[in-house]
């Protein structure tokens, strides 16, 4: 598990990013991404290889966000990567 904690000072009101796996992951592992306001999940996601999707969340009033992306554990030595692309926060 992998996971990163932002302090957002409830300035912001849009996290906008692409999540998928990088695309030297291995074939047959899934990652599911998920984004928490103040501690309570409000998006997740699984993707295996070669898939991606675009997410867009409301996050007016949030404090913290904390970006986590879990996975199937070592594998035979595999390891997975998962990527938050062009993630941005927005005023508008």
Known sequence: MSKFEYHL?????????T????DDSP???????EVSLDGTPVHRTE????QSRNI?????GA???TLTVTGP????????????????????
């Open 56 to 60: 867009t969340l409301n996050i007016v």
């Open 73 to 92: 554990g070592p594998t035979g030595g595999a390891v997975y990567y998962g990527v938050w692309g062009n993630a941005r926060l927005t005023t508008s």
């Open 63 to 65: 404090f913290r966000m």
């Open 27 to 33: 074939t047959g592992g899934t990652l599911s991404f």
């Open 47 to 50: 993707l295996t290889v070669g």
């Open 19 to 22: 999540v998928g796996q990088r």
């Open 9 to 17: 000072g409830r300035h912001w009101k849009s996290f906008l990013a």
